[in-house]
């Protein structure tokens, strides 16, 4: 629906209301949604990230959320100071 000027201020539609995921619907009337972040404390390593999703769940989470990251693109080096004049960059863990 359009207002006087042709703007958007509504929208019709004869579909059921919300988002589904799964047998999961997201809408103003259902239970919260909890998604855990697990980002890349993985380290990349499919074990431990399994056990990131085992304590997400534990903890009430509907699912989990990760991210990859090519580290070495990142970061100019492992994070630790190898020398007076060199730069430390903290890691991603660190920063929280």
Not at 8 to 21: R, T, Y
């Amino acid at each position: 629906m359009l207002d006087a000027r042709g703007r958007l201020v509504a929208l019709a539609s004869n579909e059921e209301a919300g988002l589904h995921i799964g047998d999961f619907v997201l809408d103003s009337t259902g239970p919260v949604f909890v998604i855990a972040e697990i980002g890349n404390n993985h380290n990349g390593d499919v074990n431990m990230a399994k056990r990131h999703v085992d304590h997400a769940i534990a903890a009430g989470a509907n699912c989990a959320k990760f991210q990859m990251r090519h580290m070495a693109s990142l970061y100019r080096d492992t994070g630790k100071p190898t020398g007076p004049m060199r730069i430390w960059v903290p890691s991603t863990y660190s920063t929280y």
